[in-house]
């Protein structure tokens, strides 16, 4: 079972706090404003629900219930125009 779910316009600070444990010094806290709403998938897509969608495995490390991984831009765009 995967769902999508909506996620409204909103800002947030994108970031890590100067306290947290193993943060980069390179790493600049910052506000980001999304203007428009998206939706997400809020779970792993596993290597199975991949191949049932789009009828293809890009995946190196195989797996039924493995995350999916090794996908380009244009292989997400198919996944996801298939998927609505």
Do not use: K
Request: hydrophobic letters at 35%.
């Amino acid at each position: 079972t995967t769902r999508l779910r909506y996620r409204p316009p909103g800002t947030f600070t994108m970031g890590s706090p100067l306290t947290e444990a193993g943060r980069s010094t390179a790493e600049t806290a910052h506000v980001v404003t999304l203007t428009e709403g998206f939706w997400i998938q809020d779970t792993e897509c596993d290597q199975a629900f991949f191949a049932a969608v789009t009828g293809d495995n890009p995946s190196r490390h195989r797996g039924a219930h493995l995350p999916v991984e090794n996908l380009d831009w244009y292989d997400a765009r198919a996944f996801f125009e298939e998927l609505v």
